[in-house]
Each structure stands twice: as C-alpha cells, then as structure tokens.
C-alpha cells in the first residue's frame, strides 16, 4: 500500500521514516518529496509497505502523531490525477 505522509520537518530524514514505519511492517520504500534546486524537504512524502493491513495499523498509529514538533499527517496515497492536454 501507498502511504502519503504530510506535515513533515524539513530536515527529517527518509531512514527515519523507514524506521518510524517499519515499527509497523514491512517497509519497501521512502520517498520525501525534495526540492530540486535546494535538496531541501517540501514537508511531504510516500511510504510503500508491503502489507496491507500493517499499512492500514500504521496509519491509524502514526496519523497526528508528532515527530520533530509537527504533527505528521497520514493516510493512504490517493493515486496521480491524469494530467489533461488541453491547453
């Protein structure tokens, strides 16, 4: 399952999310969303667990929970809007 994770600091790390998430299951991969120029964190990323019902344990357990001082938000990743052509 695809986890979106927002609301985060912008100096966390993606092998602490990993171990934040892997308390949980099975975790195959962490992606924060980083800016291009900077490589600085935009405060979100995506979780992939293998496992269902471990992703569906550690959304419940990690939604509002806080990490740094901000209280992270979690919930399942809704899948990418198709981009339209129209100009």
Do not use: C, H
């Not at 935009?42 to 667990?49: D, L, P, Q, T």
């Not at 344990?57 to 981009?83: F, H, M, Q, T």
């Amino acid at each position: 399952m695809n986890i979106y994770v927002g609301n985060l600091s912008y100096n966390l790390q993606e092998e602490e999310l990993k171990q934040l998430f892997g308390e949980f299951g099975e975790v195959t991969s962490v992606n924060i969303i980083k800016d291009k120029y900077t490589g600085q964190g935009k405060g979100f990323g995506f979780i992939e667990m293998a496992n269902e019902a471990e992703a569906a344990k550690a959304i419940e357990a990690l939604d509002n929970k806080e990490i740094k001082g901000r209280n992270i938000k979690v919930n399942k990743a809704r899948p990418p809007k198709p981009k339209s052509n129209n100009w």
